[in-house]
């Protein structure tokens, strides 16, 4: 976490992140169950380069040009980026300043599915429309498969439902997503946890079908 801190203040100062509001810390309060002792309680924040989205002015669509992907364009496996929207180049160079996904990165929706969650497994030009959060872990001190499936833990969705707006259409914020409550363990434990998830969730994928594990 320290080291984390440190690379991401030089990065401000060097202007290739954004310097944002301090994280609150973590108290004693809020921490739900124990974690082993060389893991550590951060705010989800802490544990990416940004999390933000793109301005919220629907570009005009075309007929050909660059994806801008909303949730309706979730498959079970991924992405769908050719029935995706299109938008032009010029809207793209104007709206990616703000943030562009990358491999690696995660879709996380704010409104209607809030956290159903992607990850980018492409490298290709496109955007994410408003309605989602684009997550960029710190992938040198992060395993971002660490960060997605952890995403997608029931711990995760209690934060959510902490800090869901409860209008007309129910909304989490970026802000609130950032202020997430996360358990962060060492680079080679992170590593250890994805080993072992992409071993037994194709198994119960397999159960869940009715065929043999």
Same mark, same amino acid.
């Given at each position: 976490m320290e080291r984390i801190r440190t690379e991401k203040e030089q990065l401000i100062k060097v202007g290739k992140i954004k310097k944002e509001k301090p994280l609150p810390p973590v108290t004693e309060d809020e921490i +739900?169950?124990? %974690?082993?002792?060389?893991?550590?309680?951060?705010?989800?924040? =802490? !544990? !990416?380069?940004? %999390?933000?989205?793109?301005?919220?002015?629907? +570009? @005009?669509? @075309? =007929?050909?040009g660059i994806p801008y992907v909303s949730p309706r364009d979730f498959i079970e496996d991924g992405i769908n980026f050719d029935n995706a929207k299109k938008i032009s180049m010029e809207d793209f160079n104007l709206l990616s300043k703000k943030i562009k996904p990358e491999f690696g990165d995660i879709i996380f929706p704010r409104y209607g599915t809030i956290g159903v969650v992607r990850k980018v497994n492409v490298n290709i030009d496109f955007l994410v429309s408003y309605s989602c959060a684009t997550i960029k872990p710190n992938k040198r001190h992060i395993n971002s498969d660490y960060v997605f499936y952890t995403l997608q833990s029931p711990f995760i969705n209690n934060e959510i439902k902490k800090y869901i707006n409860k209008t007309t259409q129910p909304n989490v914020g970026l802000q609130s997503i950032k202020v997430f409550l996360f358990p962060l363990p060492p680079l080679a434990e992170q590593n250890r946890i994805v080993a072992k998830c992409e071993e037994l969730l194709p198994r119960i994928d397999r159960f869940r079908q009715g065929k043999t594990a």
């Open positions: +739900p169950f124990d %974690i082993p002792e060389t893991w550590a309680w951060a705010r989800l924040a =802490l !544990c !990416c380069d940004d %999390i933000a989205d793109v301005d919220h002015k629907m +570009p @005009q669509e @075309q =007929l050909h």
